[in-house]
T-cell receptor, first 112, second 110 residues
Framework: GQQLNQSPQSMFIQEGEDVSMNCTSS?????WLWYKQDPGEGPVLLIA???AGELTSNGRLTAQFGITRKDSFLNISASIPSDVGIYFC????????????WGLGTSLAVNP | NAGVTQTPKFQVLKTGQSMTLQCAQDMNHNSMYWYRQDPGMGLRLIYYSASEGTTDKGEVPNGYNVSRLNKREFSLRLESAAPSQTSVYFC?????????FGDGTRLSIL
């Protein structure tokens, strides 16, 4: 099935550093979602984006819906140890209102 | 406010055994979903139910069946478990987007 190209696959950073990850698609999306998954738990929504060009923040997290509608990025500023986890992007295209298309995740490790 | 509740949290089966994974949501959502998550594969949709009384196949439906028992509950059944079905299974629900997830069922098939 179709999947998003999410990069990087993994990151190992020092506490206090900024983090950036992105997703790209070959098709146009009308929704982009960013989730975080902690070990042993289900994904939790961080940010939802619904309009091309939209820039949305949630605390230290900022995400943008790309102008082309084929990409999105997530930035984390001033990382802390609890940012550790797997970050997933997911998108929905106009052809199917119910199903999401998922990236394979970015695994983030933070060195205190 | 429980959100999406999955039972059991862990299960070990022998090849050929059957099993039903339960999922219930208390958010009055119309749509519910079953995913499996395997290392390096991300989340793959098994089945979904857009509304009570309807179910549709996702990306990887083979070997599974589902039942949308009512608006709250959506179960996933393995009729004859195979080692390839060892995975973590997640249920989710939504009205439109975004989807809200349970904490998963970790299933091992020997």
């Amino acid at each position: 099935g179709q999947q998003l190209n999410q990069s990087p696959q993994s990151m190992f950073i020092q506490e206090g550093e900024d983090v950036s990850m992105n997703c790209t698609s070959s098709s146009i999306f009308n929704t982009w979602l960013w989730y975080k998954q902690d070990p042993g738990e289900g994904p939790v929504l961080l940010i939802a984006l619904y309009k091309a060009g939209e820039l949305t923040s949630n605390g230290r997290l900022t995400a943008q819906f790309g102008i082309t509608r084929k990409d999105s990025f997530l930035n984390i500023s001033a990382s802390i140890p609890s940012d550790v986890g797997i970050y997933f992007c997911a998108g929905r295209n106009a052809g199917n209102n119910r199903k999401l298309i998922w990236g394979l995740g970015t695994s983030l490790a933070v060195n205190p | 406010n429980a959100g999406v509740t999955q039972t059991p949290k862990f299960q070990v089966l022998k090849t050929g055994q059957s099993m039903t994974l339960q999922c219930a949501q208390d958010m009055n959502h119309n749509s519910m979903y079953w995913y499996r998550q395997d290392p390096g594969m991300g989340l793959r949709l098994i089945y979904y139910s857009a509304s009570e009384g309807t179910t549709d196949k996702g990306e990887v439906p083979n070997g599974y069946n589902v039942s949308r028992l009512n608006k709250r509950e959506f179960s996933l059944r393995l009729e004859s478990a195979a080692p390839s079905q060892t995975s973590v299974y997640f249920c989710a629900s939504s009205d439109d987007q975004p989807q809200h997830f349970g904490d998963g069922t970790r299933l091992s098939i020997l």
